[in-house]
């Protein structure tokens, strides 16, 4: 369940991509979308507020998403935005639709879900919801930056704290 989660947590973070040129617009909706469910999860799981840095660093290669609590928050998150199915596993359909909704042409968003989906079968087998989430999370963002799609976390994290 939390490999589903964690699955479409991060389809929401990068779903939206069509062109590398547009990626980066995309990328933000997608992104910030995903993380104004974030205050709701800290609150409800009681996670402390420096959990806003792991986000906010996500998007950069060499840093390193080690803490639990991150794991949990993009579980939380991702339920809260129904990406995940009663299993735990990615809702594909709600996931692409979510991408769809914050930009994404039908064919990113489906590419999207289907990283995702390599991603959860590739990390089957840790049993810890969250620390599965964080390498689900871990592997997702490698595939992104392959792909030339990855966001700058800065503008996104700005935007999303003037909208709180």
Request: charged letters at 25%.
């Amino acid at each position: 369940m939390a490999r589903l989660t964690i699955l479409v947590a991060l389809v929401a973070l990068a779903i939206g991509v069509s062109e590398i040129d547009s990626s980066a617009d995309t990328m933000k909706d997608l992104t910030s979308g995903f993380l104004k469910v974030l205050d709701e999860c800290k609150k409800e799981l009681n996670l402390p507020d420096d959990i806003i840095n792991d986000f906010y660093h996500y998007w950069k290669e060499d840093y390193s998403l080690l803490k639990r609590d991150t794991g949990c928050a993009i579980v939380c998150m991702s339920k809260k935005l129904e990406l995940i199915d009663t299993s735990g596993k990615i809702h594909h359909g709600n996931a692409e639709d979510f991408a769809v909704k914050h930009g994404a042409a039908d064919d990113v968003a489906t590419k999207l879900v289907a990283i995702l989906h390599e991603c959860e079968n590739t990390h089957d087998a840790i049993e810890d919801l969250c620390m599965k989430a964080l390498e689900i999370a871990k592997c997702f963002r490698t595939n992104i930056h392959q792909l030339n799609w990855a966001p700058k976390m800065d503008v996104i994290i700005t935007e999303v704290l003037t909208d709180v």
